[in-house]
């Protein structure tokens, strides 16, 4: 993994952690909650997803837009994620539910779909194009992927959807929020593009929320690339 992927992951668990201490800190005594402890606790949290370093991106870079793509999912990944990790620890933390670590559980599973979503905003966070005369510079979460134009056999539109059975948990264990987000996005389709290479390998990059895919096509169209009809 690239150290920029790294640093973007560490950035949203980071800040997960120190909204879930917050939540925790505030809630946790229903009868004397500590507003400010909690507060304190969410300030940090936001300053460490503010100030830590963002991704070195090369300046001629083609990006994904940040609202759709980054900004929106950590948005919705830490509030289910607070929601399904604070929330079953604020419940045992009252005294009449002392040692009832069933309730977590029954929480992990919606969780772990908050955990998802800050890692497809990370790849994004990582991901860019850079259009070179003799080929395409791809970058993601992992690696950095130098692609002439020459090694490209096909290029092919590529949808991937999510399993049903994410809608279901999230309406089983999510309560009314879950139910929300699995209303929004459990039947969201994602659309990439795949590079199938000489050497069998394909690299993928993801162009929802990606405006400069055009100019791409057309970068590729100009090298004789063979393209899908769906994408020419």
């Not at 929802?208 to 899908?228: E, H, I």
Request: hydrophobic share 55%; charged share 20%; net charge positive.
């Amino acid at each position: 993994m690239r150290r920029d992927g790294i640093v973007e992951l560490a950035r949203r668990a980071l800040t997960l952690l120190l909204l879930v201490i917050a939540a925790v800190q505030a809630f946790a005594n229903l009868r004397a909650p500590s507003w400010i402890s909690g507060a304190l606790w969410a300030g940090l949290a936001v300053a460490v997803y503010l100030l830590i370093p963002r991704p070195t991106i090369p300046e001629d870079a083609l990006r994904h837009e940040a609202l759709p793509s980054t900004i929106m999912p950590d948005v919705l990944g830490f509030m289910l994620g607070v929601t399904f990790f604070a929330l079953p620890l604020v419940i045992i933390s009252e005294p009449w539910l002392e040692g009832v670590w069933q309730i977590p559980l029954m929480f992990a599973l919606p969780g772990l779909f908050a955990l998802a979503i800050h890692y497809i905003a990370a790849q994004y966070a990582c991901s860019w194009v850079r259009l070179r005369r003799d080929g395409l510079v791809i970058a993601n979460l992992w690696t950095v992927v130098d692609l002439p134009f020459e090694d490209i056999v096909k290029v092919t539109p590529i949808e991937r959807r999510l399993p049903g059975w994410v809608g279901w948990a999230l309406v089983l264990f999510g309560g009314f929020r879950g139910a929300g987000v699995a209303l929004l996005h459990a039947g969201r389709v994602a659309h990439y593009l795949e590079f199938e290479r000489k050497s069998g390998r394909a690299v993928r990059f993801s162009v929802d929320a990606f405006p400069d895919l055009r100019r791409v096509v057309a970068a590729l169209k100009r090298a004789s690339v063979p393209l899908d009809l769906e994408v020419a």
